[in-house]
């Protein structure tokens, strides 16, 4: 897996499709991060197809990645979920596919009770990652994980999983940065994959945004680079493949190019202590659920 991607969510829908042929034709990138939930896999899919198809560049050297819905986990609605996927994204097989969440919904998106909790559907993780690996063995993905699992969803997954998950992807930034869940993955044999690896600075309001702290200011000025470039470096020099989402051509650039400088052990150590556990993306603010307490 490469290990920069480029991320999708919240690209627009008229956006995300030039993001995506920009990226891989112009720009270099060789992984494209999906999900049906993000609502644009039909757009990237007529990109891709005219990408793959102007022979500009091979289906073979591009690893994308699609994700079940926390609404399709039932054993049925998987292999269905992923034809979807494929079709919408106008691909033969996904390199990797991930299940979104440890979560099972009713189908038609978030429900919520009189109090406002969401209603959940009783589907064990273990129907679902059967139903994976059928996915597997039928040759529709070449590759099964999961993201936004916790230290006790994998141990019990790793109970009984035939085919063990390849990648874990969670959100990492050094605002979170979830060393040990890092570390527990890598002994388990998993990639992680660190989404939200800039902390979102187009959409989240904070007091000070993690591009524009004066440490990593300060750090990027030393290397003649941006602060999204030292914030992506960062992510790479810790073992984690990094998604940053742009769908402006100058950005989808500048976060490629993270390979001609390295930081320094002091300056990996100086970027730590910026943690905050400062959590972006979380189950309690859309649907009431203590999912990482
Ligand atoms: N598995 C999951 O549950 C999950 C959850 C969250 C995210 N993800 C994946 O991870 C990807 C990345 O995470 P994310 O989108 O949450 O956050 P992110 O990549 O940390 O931040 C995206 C924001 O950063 C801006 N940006 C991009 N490059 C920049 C640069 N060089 N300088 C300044 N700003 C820049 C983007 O704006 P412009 O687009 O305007 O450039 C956008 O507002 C997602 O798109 C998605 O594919 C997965």
């Not at 209603?119 to 070449?142: C, F, N, Q, S, Y």
Request: proline share 5%; hydrophobic share 40%.
């Amino acid at each position: 897996m490469p290990l920069v991607g480029l991320g999708t969510w919240k690209s627009a829908s008229d956006e995300a499709g030039e993001a995506v042929a920009h990226a891989l034709s112009e720009c270099g990138y060789r992984h494209i991060d999906c999900a049906p939930i993000y609502g644009n896999e039909k757009e990237i899919g007529r990109s891709l197809r005219s990408v793959f198809g102007g022979n500009v560049v091979n289906r073979e050297e591009v690893f994308i990645t699609s994700k079940l819905w926390d609404t399709e986990h039932a054993r049925d609605d998987v292999r269905q979920a992923c034809e979807a996927t494929l079709e919408d994204l106008q691909i033969e097989y996904l390199d990797l596919y991930l299940i979104h969440w440890g979560i099972a919904e009713p189908k038609g998106g978030h429900t919520y009770d009189a109090n406002g909790n969401l209603i959940v559907e009783r589907v064990p993780i273990r129907e679902t990652w059967e139903a994976m690996e059928e996915l597997m063995d039928a040759g529709l993905v070449k590759a099964i994980g999961v993201a936004n699992f916790t230290a006790p969803l994998l141990l019990d997954l790793f109970s009984y999983a035939e085919i063990k998950p390849a990648v874990n992807q969670i959100e990492v930034h050094p605002y979170l940065q979830q060393q040990r869940l890092i570390d527990f993955c890598q002994r388990l044999g998993m990639v992680v994959t660190a989404y939200s690896p800039l902390a979102r600075p187009g959409y989240e309001e904070m007091s000070e945004r993690l591009v524009d702290e004066k440490l990593i200011r300060h750090v990027a000025d030393a290397h003649a680079k941006t602060p999204a470039q030292v914030l992506l470096r960062w992510g790479i020099q810790r073992n984690t493949a990094v998604i940053p989402k742009s769908t402006h051509p100058e950005r989808m650039k500048e976060n490629i190019d993270i390979f001609d400088f390295a930081l320094s052990e002091s300056e990996m150590h100086e970027i730590g202590g910026l943690e905050r556990g400062l959590r972006l993306v979380d189950p309690f603010q859309w649907g009431k659920i203590p999912y990482f307490d």
